[in-house]
Nanobody, 123 residues
Framework: QAQLVESGGGLVQAGGSLRLSCAASRSSFSFMAWFRQAPGKDREFVAAVRWSGSRTYYADFVKGRFTISRDNAENTMYLQMNSLKPEDTAVYYC??????????????????WGQGTQVTVSS
């Protein structure tokens, strides 16, 4: 078992920045990722990172604006979000997979989830 705790959400104006954190109770994951869900919409993939090595993956709509990273020593993952837009407003969830059996973009591949943190971008 593992627990994931997100923090860092809040209200920001368009063009601003936020950094989300996801603290894990342990390591030994193969992948960690950020997903988001806006009201009335499905949960969607944002970014993922391999726990070993430094390979990162992004949804097209965040490339060049968001950066995912992890600190293995602290069992913590981050999402630096710059140039935020009102359409980025959503609840952001971190997720972890011990052994990813499907695409890293599919939420069904992740066994562990945080409680979510609200990000609101005003225009």
């Amino acid at each position: 078992q593992a627990q994931l705790v997100e923090s860092g959400g809040g209200l920001v104006q368009a063009g601003g920045s936020l950094r989300l954190s996801c603290a894990a109770s342990r390591s030994s994951f193969s992948f960690m990722a950020w997903f988001r869900q806006a009201p009335g919409k499905d949960r969607e993939f944002v970014a993922a990172v391999r726990w070993s090595g430094s390979r990162t993956y992004y949804a097209d709509f965040v490339k060049g604006r968001f950066t995912i990273s992890r600190d293995n020593a602290e069992n913590t993952m981050y999402l630096q979000m710059n140039s935020l837009k009102p359409e980025d407003t959503a609840v952001y969830y971190c997720a972890a997979a011990e052994s990813l059996w499907t695409s890293y973009t599919r939420s069904s591949g992740y066994e562990y989830w945080g409680q979510g943190t609200q990000v609101t971008v005003s225009s």
